[in-house]
């Protein structure tokens, strides 16, 4: 079982900044890919940044220049530094995994979530 607990959330002034964790803890293998999520009020869930076990890293349009995603192999982590912030930024954020468990079942691994860390951002 593997679980991802997600912490740093909270109430920020618009131009402030955050930085969002989330470690992985259970009967892990490896942890390949891992993300960062967020989900605002009446819309779908979307896609912010994602890094490679390697520390590749990739962003949507929109937080480019203001999020930074970077992982800690050793502590089983990952973080979004959150700078700049907007109102729109106001979101539940969820942690991804994509881990290979042990036993090994699938070595590319499965999916899994956090629970969420709610960011509200002022105006």
């Known amino acids: 079982q593997v679980q991802l607990v997600e912490s740093g959330g909270g109430l920020v002034q618009a131009g402030g900044s955050l930085r969002l964790s989330c470690i992985a803890s259970g009967s892990i293998f490896k942890i390949n890919a891992m993300g960062w999520y967020r989900q605002a009020p009446g819309k779908q869930r979307e896609l912010v940044a994602v890094i490679t076990s390697d520390g590749n890293t990739n962003y949507v349009e929109f937080v480019k220049g203001r999020f930074t995603i970077s992982r800690d192999n050793a502590k089983n982590t990952v973080y979004l530094q959150m700078n700049s912030l907007k109102p729109e930024d106001t979101a539940v954020y969820y942690c991804?995994?994509?881990?290979?468990?042990?036993?090994?079942?699938?070595?590319?691994?499965?999916?899994?979530w956090g629970q969420g860390t709610q960011v509200t951002v002022s105006s």
């Open positions: 991804n995994g994509r881990i290979t468990t042990l036993p090994i079942i699938r070595l590319d691994g499965y999916d899994y």
